[in-house]
Nanobody, 121 residues
Framework: QVQLVESGGGLVQPGGSLRLSCARSGSTFGISSMGWYRQASADLRELVATITTDGTTNYSDSVKGRFTMSRDNARRTVYLQMNTLKPEDTAVYYC???????????????WGQGTQVTVTS
């Protein structure tokens, strides 16, 4: 069974940076596109960054230019470098493998526990 383990969250001031990591178990990491999601309180879980198997990345407008997603296939890990953080980035961040279905990315694994990011002065 695939497991996702997110880490790297914390408390940071506006304008600060954090780097999140997500390790995915299993043998299919190298052939899986991956995504970072976030969920603030009772809001819907929002997909903020994706990376395909060839390393192509895409970002939501809310994080474009500030967040960078990368992957290390040897470590079966994806990263999310978050710079110039804003209070509205406060959320629990999750990763998941993703498939392109029905005209959008959909998550394919069971969710991990996520990692809390809090941006406040």
């Amino acid at each position: 069974q695939v497991q996702l383990v997110e880490s790297g969250g914390g408390l940071v001031q506006p304008g600060g940076s954090l780097r999140l990591s997500c390790a995915r178990s299993g043998s299919t990491f190298g052939i899986s596109s991956m995504g970072w999601y976030r969920q603030a309180s009772a809001d819907l879980r929002e997909l903020v960054a994706t990376i395909t198997t060839d390393g192509t990345t895409n970002y939501s407008d809310s994080v474009k230019g500030r967040f960078t997603m990368s992957r290390d296939n040897a470590r079966r890990t994806v990263y999310l470098q978050m710079n110039t953080l804003k209070p509205e980035d406060t959320a629990v961040y999750y990763c998941n493998s993703i498939d392109w279905k029905y005209g959008r990315w959909v998550p394919t694994d069971s969710w991990g526990q996520g990692t809390q990011v809090t941006v406040t002065s």
